[in-house]
Nanobody, 122 residues
Framework: QVQLVESGGGLVQPGGSLGLSCAAS????????MGWYRQAPGKQRELVAG???????NYADSVKGRFSISRDIAKNTVYLQMNSLKPEDTAIYYC????????????????WGQGTQVTVSS
């Protein structure tokens, strides 16, 4: 069984920084695309930042220049460094990953983490 475990959320003042991490574990053949989404109260879940299976990073316009995504492929872990945080960044942040399972034939499934709360407030 595959699990995505997130950590690093919390409360921070406007202008502050937080780092999130998400580790995938379990019986996996490989992990392809990984990324971060967020969902604020009353809003739809949206992409924050992510890696494609080809390794390219993309960002939501609202976080460009402030957030940075990185990845440790050997550890199946993705990170999100968030700087210059704003109150509008307040949301539950979810990690997701495309995981290829050890099935025959190999198949990729999308998994989600449990979410971690990020609150930006003075």
């Amino acid at each position: 069984q595959v699990q995505l475990v997130e950590s690093g959320g919390g409360l921070v003042q406007p202008g502050g920084s937080l780092g999130l991490s998400c580790a995938a574990s379990g019986s996996m053949f490989s992990v392809n695309a990984m990324g971060w989404y967020r969902q604020a109260p009353g809003k739809q879940r949206e992409l924050v930042a992510g890696f494609t299976s080809g390794g390219s990073a993309n960002y939501a316009d609202s976080v460009k220049g402030r957030f940075s995504i990185s990845r440790d492929i050997a550890k199946n872990t993705v990170y999100l460094q968030m700087n210059s945080l704003k109150p509008e960044d307040t949301a539950i942040y979810y990690c997701n990953a495309g995981v290829v399972l050890r099935t025959s034939p190999l198949r990729e499934y999308l998994y989600w983490g449990q979410g971690t709360q990020v609150t930006v407030s003075s």
